[in-house]
């Protein structure tokens, strides 16, 4: 009768081996403050701008949307001097064609936008790489599926 309490003794002792230790708990892992993909991501100086940085002078085309007619042919050109030159043809209208006008263009505190003088309504545009995009109303930008149609872009 001493083998089944031998085996027993072992079982237990072989049980026992297999728990495993305690272990003391540890701290939540925090994650790093700065990761590859931000680091690699320089935070904006404020001292580039579109104004400074992007080649914005020249001819920018398009057909901006009309309430009235199926569009409005829109040719801006924009001088080094801040002057610039506003053609707009409104589609299938019969005296559609606009005189041409000039006038001088104002940047925005933070240089990403132009608002051209009265001459033009006092019409805003955001400036980016190659295009400019019409805002609406008390300067927003125009979001959604119809923003695509607010763009002029720039020719060569």
């Known amino acids: 009768m001493r083998l089944p309490a031998t085996v027993s003794l072992i079982t237990l002792a072989a049980l026992a081996a297999c728990q495993q230790a305690p272990t003391e708990p540890t701290a939540p892992v925090e994650p790093a403050a700065t990761t590859a993909a931000t680091a690699a991501t320089p935070a904006p100086d404020g001292a580039h701008n579109s104004r400074n940085s992007v080649d914005w002078a020249g001819r920018y085309i398009g057909t901006l949307p009309c309430a009235s007619c199926p569009g409005i042919d829109t040719v801006l050109t924009l001088a ?25 263009f104002t940047w925005s505190a933070d240089g990403s936008i132009i ?42």
């Open 80 to 104: 080094d001097n801040g002057t610039y030159t506003l053609e707009e043809t409104y589609r299938e209208q019969a005296e559609g064609t606009m005189a041409p006008v000039t006038g001088k």
């Open 115 to 156: 608002t051209l003088d009265d001459a033009a309504d006092g019409a805003a545009y955001k400036v980016g790489e190659g295009q400019l995009s019409r805002l609406g109303e008390g300067g927003a930008e125009v979001t959604g599926a119809m923003a695509k149609d607010y763009v002029l872009t720039k020719q060569d």
